[in-house]
């Protein structure tokens, strides 16, 4: 698989990653044993990037990822994790006391003396400008707990902030073919400032895959049932933040572009990745078969035309809903 180098990292990473929020909480139960082979295929398809977080099930996900390292040694895995939503979210929790606590959480967790990459997890916009955050976290790399520092960003303004601080190695934020606005700003400015782009959400929960219908049930536990209007988290983490029923009559819209013989998800994800300034996307895997599909999409090439069409159904679906907000 193609690798790319994460930006202030210095680290080479495939170009589709691994999301592994679903093999800690919020899309219903996944088996520890499904979640060491969905690792284990990820792998063997030449994944080399793993993102996590210290909450995703309470650190059930890290701990999943720690156990498969520890038995794989020498795979050449790029671990990225994400911390600061163990706390309510004030500007004020996001110090060096509460790093250093959440950091050493994740070490043992993963079962590391250093951790890869260590994220900020979309905290509030003001974060994102206070110096002595930054200052927080050089301190963490000066002290070999962490070796690269970035953030996860819900809007774009926050990543063009982030961007203007020089220890920021990566940005991750939402990029998919119904969140199209990190195209015009964040990706230009973090290209020329060496920084490593993260494109999450690649499917916008799944409704790029093409498998939901109208009649589609989800898991009283999942996400994509209990946060549609934003109760639990920011609304754009849920379907991208559209509207449910429009986003599967524009997914009928995407499927007529598809080339014959590549999945949905595959053409959603190979997408993303072809999009200049993208470092790795982290499309998620709830099985072994999933978690392949996933991977293969990296060898998928795609026409200037299906590019067009993706930006039709934008404009016609999504721009006026879903460009001012994030």
């Given at each position: 698989?193609?690798?790319?180098?994460?930006?202030?990292?210095?680290?080479?990473?495939?170009?589709?990653?691994?999301?592994?929020?679903?093999?800690?909480?919020?899309?219903?139960?996944?088996?520890?044993?499904?979640?060491?082979?969905?690792?284990?295929?990820?792998?063997?398809?030449?994944?080399?990037?793993?993102?996590?977080?210290?909450?995703?099930?309470?650190?059930?996900?890290?701990?999943?990822?720690?156990?498969?390292?520890?038995?794989?040694?020498?795979?050449?895995?790029?671990?990225?994790?994400?911390?600061?939503?163990?706390?309510?979210?004030?500007?004020?929790?996001?110090?060096?006391?509460?790093?250093?606590?959440?950091?050493?959480?994740?070490?043992?967790?993963?079962?590391?003396?250093?951790?890869?990459?260590?994220?900020?997890?979309?905290?509030?916009?003001?974060?994102?400008?206070?110096?002595?955050?930054?200052?927080?976290?050089?301190?963490?790399?000066?002290?070999g707990a962490i070796r690269n520092y970035g953030v996860s960003v819900e809007r774009t303004d926050e990543a063009l902030e982030a961007l203007r601080h020089e220890g920021t190695?990566?940005?991750?934020?939402?990029?998919n073919a119904f969140r199209l606005k990190p195209l015009e700003e964040v990706l230009p400015a973090a290209k020329a400032a060496g920084v490593g782009i993260i494109a999450r959400?690649?499917?916008?929960?799944?409704?790029?895959?093409?498998?939901?219908?109208?009649?589609?049930?989800?898991?009283?536990?999942?996400?994509?049932?209990?946060?549609?209007?934003?109760?639990?988290?920011?609304?754009?983490?849920?379907?991208?933040?559209?509207?449910?029923?429009?986003?599967?009559?524009?997914?009928?819209?995407?499927?007529?572009?598809?080339?014959?013989?590549?999945?949905?998800?595959?053409?959603?994800?190979?997408?993303?990745?072809?999009?200049?300034?993208?470092?790795?996307?982290?499309?998620?895997?709830?099985?072994?078969?999933?978690?392949?599909?996933?991977?293969?999409?990296?060898?998928?090439?795609?026409?200037?035309?299906?590019?067009?069409?993706?930006?039709?159904?934008?404009?016609?679906?999504?721009?006026?809903?879903?460009?001012?907000?994030?």
């Amino acid at each position: 698989m193609e690798q790319r180098i994460l930006g202030k990292t210095g680290r080479n990473v495939s170009v589709v990653g691994l999301g592994t929020w679903q093999l800690g909480a919020d899309w219903g139960n996944v088996d520890p044993a499904q979640a060491q082979a969905i690792l284990a295929a990820s792998a063997e398809a030449g994944v080399t990037f793993f993102d996590t977080a210290d909450v995703y099930g309470d650190g059930r996900s890290e701990q999943a990822i720690g156990a498969f390292l520890a038995d794989n040694p020498g795979t050449g895995i790029t671990v990225a994790t994400k911390m600061g939503r163990r706390l309510e979210q004030r500007p004020e929790n996001y110090n060096l006391a509460n790093f250093r606590e959440w950091v050493d959480r994740s070490r043992r967790n993963l079962r590391t003396e250093a951790l890869d990459l260590v994220q900020l997890h979309c905290p509030p916009t003001a974060v994102y400008s206070r110096a002595e955050v930054y200052d927080a976290l050089d301190t963490l790399v000066a002290d070999g707990a962490i070796r690269n520092y970035g953030v996860s960003v819900e809007r774009t303004d926050e990543a063009l902030e982030a961007l203007r601080h020089e220890g920021t190695a990566s940005v991750q934020i939402i990029l998919n073919a119904f969140r199209l606005k990190p195209l015009e700003e964040v990706l230009p400015a973090a290209k020329a400032a060496g920084v490593g782009i993260i494109a999450r959400v690649p499917l916008a929960s799944g409704l790029l895959s093409g498998k939901y219908t109208k009649e589609t049930v989800f898991a009283e536990g999942d996400h994509r049932n209990y946060n549609r209007a934003g109760n639990a988290f920011d609304v754009g983490e849920t379907f991208s933040g559209v509207d449910y029923e429009l986003g599967l009559k524009a997914v009928a819209e995407f499927e007529q572009l598809v080339p014959e013989g590549t999945g949905t998800a595959q053409a959603a994800i190979a997408w993303v990745a072809a999009q200049d300034g993208v470092t790795s996307v982290i499309p998620g895997a709830r099985s072994v078969e999933q978690a392949r599909a996933n991977a293969a999409a990296a060898a998928t090439v795609l026409s200037p035309e299906f590019d067009e069409g993706v930006r039709w159904i934008y404009d016609h679906y999504f721009r006026e809903a879903v460009h001012p907000r994030w």
